[in-house]
């Protein structure tokens, strides 16, 4: 079946502005998760909707960063004034919740670079 | 959230089995370990987890020290598709607002030869 899908896959902005990254969850996954990539370093935690709510947003660095899940599935991650510390791999992850298992199925990502 | 630790790096030769540690020495009780890997230009891919018992499946096997404090995720035939960045990450049990969110270490680069 369709895994977590990811656009777009590159994203190439200037300094200053707004970018929009789109993640489409495996269908039925009702956890979804954002995390952010520097190179050479591991996924770092940004956000966790359960549903349409976001249960957890404690990663995102500053409020020029935003997400939202309107409908429980697809998820916009929102980035205003992008600076050239952004520039990273976005990944976009899924879970099936209702068990215990606990397996996150992850995006190819959206590599973001801010010149 | 409680910490590991893993080398930088391990080299293993194809079909040779590789086995990476991780340390974990502050571990909860509620604390479930959990393996994933990234290949290159891959989002990461869950391997294992488990909580207190050894645990096998397709892809390896999770060996966990009896005081929970240390585990050992075991690739029996090492292949070249295996080479990664492998992460050890405990995942705290049910229950809280941050139920299931990972927190990725640096990993474990791991290099398989011809």
């Known amino acids: 079946g369709a895994g977590v899908s990811q656009t777009p896959s590159n994203k190439v902005t200037e300094k200053g502005k707004y970018v929009e990254l789109r993640c489409d969850p495996i269908?039925?996954?009702?956890?979804l998760y954002w995390y952010r990539q520097s190179l050479g370093q591991g996924p770092e935690f940004l956000i966790y909707f359960q549903g349409t709510g976001a249960a957890d947003d404690s990663g995102l660095p500053n409020d020029r960063f935003f997400a939202v899940r309107p409908e429980g599935s697809v998820s916009t991650l929102k980035i205003q004034r992008t600076e050239r510390g952004d520039s990273a791999m976005y990944l976009c992850a899924s879970r099936q919740t209702g068990t215990d298992y606990n397996e996150q199925f992850f995006g190819p990502g959206t590599r973001l670079t801010v010149l | 959230d409680a910490k590991t630790t893993q080398p930088n790096s391990m080299e293993s030769n194809e079909e040779e089995p590789v086995h990476l540690p991780c340390n974990h020495s502050?571990?909860?009780?509620?604390?479930?370990i959990h393996w994933y890997r990234q290949l290159p230009s891959q989002g990461p891919e869950y391997v294992i987890h488990g909580l207190t018992s050894n645990v096998n499946n397709r892809m390896a096997s999770l060996a966990i020290a009896e005081d929970r404090k240390s585990s050992t995720l075991i690739l029996h035939r090492a292949t070249l598709r295996d080479a990664a960045v492998y992460y050890c990450?405990?995942?705290?049990?049910?229950?809280?607002?941050?139920?299931?969110?990972?927190?990725f270490g640096q990993g474990t680069i791991l290099t398989v030869h011809p």
């Open positions: 502050t571990i909860s009780g509620t604390d479930y």
């Open positions: 990450i405990l995942r705290r049990g049910a229950g809280g607002t941050s139920y299931g969110k990972l927190t």
């Open positions: 269908s039925g996954h009702t956890a």
